[in-house]
């Protein structure tokens, strides 16, 4: 479904089936960064509050768990929006 790492590919590999109409936008976006915001953001305050570590393991820790988090849940999410596309919106897409 996938031309490198979040370009959709202009038709399906297996099926045929043309994703040149797809809009998924910023959709999958703002859900990851909503989503693991949230779960940094807590998990932050919670070794916070249970470890106190320094200020800089707070500048190393997150950082490296945000960001390889983000790119392992944007493929999901963006797969997830062009199918729920594909589902609801058909005519749109040519079929």
Known sequence: MFRGLLDVRDQCEVCGLDLRAHDAGDGAAVGVILLLGAIVVVLAFW????????????????????????????????????ALQFRHRATEMGL
Request: charged residues 10%; without cysteine.
């Open 47 to 82: 070794v916070e509050f249970h470890f106190a570590p320094p200020f800089w393991v707070h500048a190393v820790l997150w950082p490296v768990v945000t960001l390889p988090s983000a790119v392992l849940l944007m493929r999901p999410a963006k797969a997830a929006l062009v």
